[in-house]
């Protein structure tokens, strides 16, 4: 098997799409991306009009750079996309939603069981004196309650804020802050490798001396004694109780917000990135039928958390816009084997398979023993998103978890972007392990140098809008057009450095920007710095990512004390774990250094490329600029040594 992978590499092999996938597949040819190509906008009107409208919009796209409008005037309810139109389709007693928790515990709703759930909640939340254009915070398991809350949500035009469960109480109450959520909906505790994230006691954490909340809704999933005595809680179970199964959806503009969602920048602030109806909906559509080549008979699974975007549009609203049989998974991978996500796919005869490169190495660590004992011949499609994947890791995937039969289609997208934006189609596509292939028929991207002349290799920017494009940053739009505007006016900036290969096909290369990812989470090197110079021993703080051979990045950070504490293991533990309350376990560094000084240019920026350099072990760059030399050759020896 490794010889051959090798063997793989080494020819630099392609993959055609097979003709019997071809056969059947949703798009067998160019003709899409001909007719994008020669009428953008009646493209993407052409996907708008499957959707269900209660009315019309009157012009397709208003562009005042940066701002977009798409399908203006129109209105519709993404609640009433994603159930009741496949329940009065003919999708009724589908299955909607396949769930099994940690514990292994089972549930399925069908359409109509989606559609009572969802609208239950909606009059609740109603109840509970919920508005349109309220912020609703969702800090939740993965259970299905998280996706009916948030269509709930849809349902009466309040807009979601889903905060992952893995982030600490501060950083759910800087979120619950930002956003000015109305309630918030949590769960006593969620699983997780059999342990128990208490996410109740982490809400009444976060919300010490936060105002806007009036309630805090409680849904019951471990079971375990907590405290319910807050003026503001109240019990899932009691919302819904005497709510009808009937909501009426409110008939949203096409621009009305449909979510935030935070994420990282390359400041320590979050930002809460808006995402519209229309836009979103149309976007998530069309993307995860051709993308994945969706069928009704097709089981699908998206094994990302419903905290990150991934999870929103293509575990919620795209699958379920489409009228798919959705797969949703509690828990870790390894709990209590290292086969679950194999043993899921063998019981539920999953079809589709998305999930993140970080995973797939993970995997490979753990060795090809672990899938082959299960039957994975039901699978017809693996995706990946989230970073980079290496050659090895796809061909692997490809060879050992696809039988060497499934297209594997590499996304690459962003939670500003709202959908995948350069993607093999499966049906068309020659694929390239390590390579995302080419832009999504309707997508204009391009790989450009300093002065935005078209580059082999540079900045990956999108030159014109499309529909899930985020609509601004919540509550700052300065910096919206600042951050993805202002280096190319007209263009949006997506932080990622690109290659081109002498097909076209884009080699994505990773951020170019603060920005790090860590297993697929998105952090910012300067919020991990917050956290750390927030300690009270600490005078300086600057974080880099390392290369990690599955992580793709372990966060380390240097750090110079103030007068009077010493670098020791103590105090590198201590401020690992206040970074981990500060942000959550996913931020906690992997190496604390500590220095007397940062290396710094005369002008007193941080070199973080020498930090680099350090901790990956390389010769040092150019250091002409430094202000004091001597400063990294300390670092550098004692960085060596502390490896050593
Ligand atoms: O660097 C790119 C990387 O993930 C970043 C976006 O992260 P986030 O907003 O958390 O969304 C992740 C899920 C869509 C991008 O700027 N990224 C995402 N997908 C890929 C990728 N890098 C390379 N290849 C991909 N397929």
Request: hydrophobic fraction near 35%; include cysteine; charged fraction near 25%.
């Amino acid at each position: 098997m490794e010889k051959s992978i090798e063997a793989l590499l080494k020819e630099g092999r392609t993959f055609k799409p097979s003709a019997s996938f071809r056969k059947d597949a949703w798009v067998r040819d160019e003709k899409p991306y001909r007719d994008a190509a020669k009428n953008r906008l009646k493209y993407w009107e052409s996907w708008a009009k499957q959707l269900h409208w209660t009315q019309k919009w009157s012009k397709v796209l208003d562009w005042r750079p940066p701002f977009a409008k798409w399908f203006v005037g129109g209105k519709l309810n993404a609640s009433f996309n994603c159930v009741d139109r496949h329940v009065e389709g003919g999708r009724r007693n589908k299955a909607a939603l396949i769930w099994e928790g940690e514990p292994g515990d089972e549930r399925t709703l069908t359409y109509a069981d989606l559609q009572r759930a969802v609208c239950r909640f909606a009059n609740g939340l109603k109840a509970l004196g919920v508005q349109k254009g309220d912020r609703v915070t969702l800090y939740m398991p993965m259970i299905p309650e998280l996706a009916v809350a948030m269509l709930a949500c849809a349902r009466i035009g309040a807009i979601h804020s889903v905060v992952f469960g893995g982030f600490s109480a501060e950083a759910l109450r800087e979120r619950i802050n930002d956003s000015q959520s109305k309630i918030v909906v949590t769960a006593d505790g969620s699983y997780r490798r059999g342990q128990i994230v208490p996410l109740k006691k982490n809400t009444d954490e976060a919300l010490v001396g936060v105002s806007s909340v009036e309630k805090v809704v409680v849904f019951r999933r471990t079971g375990q004694a907590v405290d319910m005595g807050g003026p503001r809680d109240v019990w899932w179970d009691d919302v819904v109780k005497d709510q009808p199964c009937v909501c009426e959806p409110e008939p949203m503009d096409s621009e009305d917000m449909l979510y935030l969602l935070y994420t990282s920048g390359s400041t320590g602030k979050p930002k809460g990135v808006k995402h519209t109806t229309g836009g979103t909906l149309v976007g998530c559509f069309a993307t995860t039928k051709w993308i994945f080549d969706l069928k009704d008979e097709d089981v699908y699974w998206c094994t990302a958390d419903i905290g990150w975007v991934t999870g929103h549009s293509y575990i919620v609203y795209g699958p379920l816009a489409n009228g798919a049989t959705v797969l949703m998974y509690e828990g870790a991978p390894d709990w209590p084997d290292k086969d679950r996500f194999w043993t899921l796919i063998e019981k539920y005869r999953v079809s589709i398979f998305y999930t993140a490169p970080t995973a797939i190495r993970a995997f490979m660590k753990w060795g090809e023993a672990w899938p082959r004992k299960h039957d994975l011949s039901s699978l017809r499609l693996l995706g990946s998103v989230g970073e980079p994947i290496n050659p090895e890791a796809w061909t692997w995937y490809r060879q050992v978890i696809g039988g060497g039969r499934c297209p594997v289609v590499d996304t690459w997208w962003q939670t500003e972007t709202g959908h995948i934006m350069i993607s093999p189609l499966p049906g068309v596509t020659t694929l390239k392990p390590g390579s995302a292939t080419r832009p999504f028929p309707g997508i204009e991207a391009e790989v450009v140098d300093e002065q935005g002349k078209p580059a082999q290799s540079g900045y990956l920017v999108i030159k014109s809008p499309w529909p899930g494009m985020l609509r601004g940053i919540y509550g700052d739009d300065e910096r919206y057009e600042q951050v993805y505007w202002s280096k190319y006016p007209g263009w949006y900036l997506t932080g990622d450095g690109c290659k081109r290969d002498k097909n076209g096909y884009f080699w994505l290369l990773g951020r170019v920007d603060d920005v790090l990812k860590v297993s697929g989470h998105r952090l910012s090197t300067m919020e991990i710095e917050s956290a750390l110079v927030d300690h009270k021993a600490v005078a300086e703080a600057a974080v880099i990512g390392k290369h990690h051979e599955i992580k793709e990045n372990a966060v380390v950070a240097f750090v110079s004390l103030r007068h009077g504490y010493a670098g020791d293991d103590r105090l590198s533990k201590e401020l690992r774990e206040h970074v981990v309350k500060k942000i959550g376990s996913l931020a906690r560094p992997d190496d604390v250094i500590f220095t007397v000084e940062l290396p710094k240019t005369r002008s007193g920026k941080i070199m973080r490329r020498l930090l680099r350099d350090i901790a990956e072990g390389r010769t040092l760059g150019d250091t002409t600029t430094l202000a004091d030399a001597a400063v990294v050759r300390s670092l550098k020896e004692k960085y060596e040594g502390q490896e050593a």
